[in-house]
């Protein structure tokens, strides 16, 4: 079983999304520092998000934030799945069902591997074991660090994510109202943080990729994200545009003649 990247493919702009006025709309870029080529576009109206990757232009993701659920849209197959809570309880069961399949093959596996081979599929079989079990507390520590920097004309804050004690990622968070985001935003912010948190931890209890950079903060606002852990995920992504405009409607729909498919399309492959 493999979890879809499409959230990877997202990268900060699943953590970082935003309401509007009601009178505006609002656009956010995030643009990778390592490979400039790479951003992340947050699309806001009232009650409606929209996340885009000119990297993956195929797929978008649109959040309701009134009926509370996700839509995963992939515009080559002409398809879209909605992801609400009922709908997360089936999907995780499922995952459970796949995981515990690939935890007897490891297992029986192990019977009649070589002793390199054994020490391989045990190292899995503990990885799986632990993402499979929720955390006895908060997976990720925020601790603000004695130093602030100017980036991108915001004057910032320097926070330290550690877990378990351990730096995976740095954050340089100002003011919400300094950039222009008001408090009905940071709601809506608030909203999504925490429906796409309690997916990932549903769907992967112990892991804290999407938690690196939820601080479900109500006044503060990341203008940069600096991820240390992994090394080969390692990059930083800085606010580099924030707009004010009128998006229009169609935006925040799936287009018509898309056909609905099961969620498990969009988060497993066999």
Do not use: W
């Amino acid at each position: 079983m493999k979890i879809r990247t499409f959230f990877t493919h997202l990268g900060a702009a699943l953590t970082l999304s935003f309401s509007s006025l009601a009178q505006a709309d609002t656009s956010l870029t995030y643009q990778s520092q390592a490979n400039p080529e790479h951003r992340s576009t947050i699309l806001v109206s009232e009650n409606f998000i929209r996340f885009e990757n000119p990297m993956a232009p195929e797929f978008f993701m649109l959040f309701d934030v009134q009926r509370q659920h996700m839509t995963l849209v992939d515009s080559d197959k002409r398809s879209y799945s909605i992801l609400d809570r009922e709908t997360l309880e089936s999907l995780s069961e499922q995952i459970e069902v796949t995981r515990r399949a690939i935890m007897a093959e490891l297992k029986a596996g192990m019977k009649v591997a070589n002793a390199e081979e054994k020490e391989q599929m045990a190292m899995i079989l503990e990885q799986i074991q632990q993402l499979a079990q929720a955390p006895k507390k908060q997976l990720v520590e925020y601790q603000p660090m004695n130093k602030e920097q100017e980036i991108n004309g915001y004057t910032c804050q320097m926070i330290e994510a550690l877990v378990n004690g351990e730096t995976q990622a740095r954050l340089c968070v100002t003011k919400s109202s300094d950039v222009g985001i008001p408090d009905s935003a940071m709601n809506t912010l608030e909203s999504f943080h925490n429906f796409s948190s309690g997916v990932h931890q549903q769907l992967n209890p112990g892991d804290t990729t999407e938690l690196l950079f939820v601080m479900n903060s109500k006044n503060q606002l990341p203008v940069s994200i600096e991820r240390t852990y992994p090394i080969s995920a390692a990059d930083e992504y800085r606010l580099t545009d924030v707009q004010t405009l009128t998006i229009p409607a169609s935006a925040f729909k799936v287009p018509e003649a898309f056909e609905a498919k099961d969620i498990e399309d969009a988060f497993i492959v066999e």
